[in-house]
């Protein structure tokens, strides 16, 4: 991997953790403000994952968590 590669991968990784965040303790604007960033046209530069698909599973693995 590259530095680019490495750094698009770091930039994802940190908003998947603050989505994660902002979905546990119900922060509205900043899970809407990282939502609008997974559907993005700069998040499909730096992958090929579906923002929409990751926004799914990333809602269900949070509400899986917090029922248990």
């Given at each position: 991997?590259?530095?680019?590669?490495?750094?698009?991968?770091?930039?994802?990784?940190?908003?998947?953790?603050?989505?994660?965040?902002?979905?546990?303790?119900?922060a509205?604007?900043?899970?809407?403000?990282?939502?609008?960033?997974?559907?993005?046209?700069?998040?499909?530069?730096?992958?090929?994952?579906?923002?929409?698909?990751?926004?799914?599973?990333?809602?269900?693995?949070?509400?899986?968590?917090?029922?248990?």
């Amino acid at each position: 991997m590259d530095g680019y590669e490495l750094l698009a991968e770091a930039i994802i990784l940190q908003a998947v953790k603050d989505y994660r965040k902002a979905l546990k303790y119900d922060a509205r604007g900043r899970k809407r403000e990282i939502e609008r960033f997974f559907r993005s046209e700069y998040f499909s530069t730096l992958t090929n994952i579906s923002g929409e698909m990751l926004i799914h599973k990333l809602r269900a693995e949070v509400k899986e968590v917090v029922i248990k």
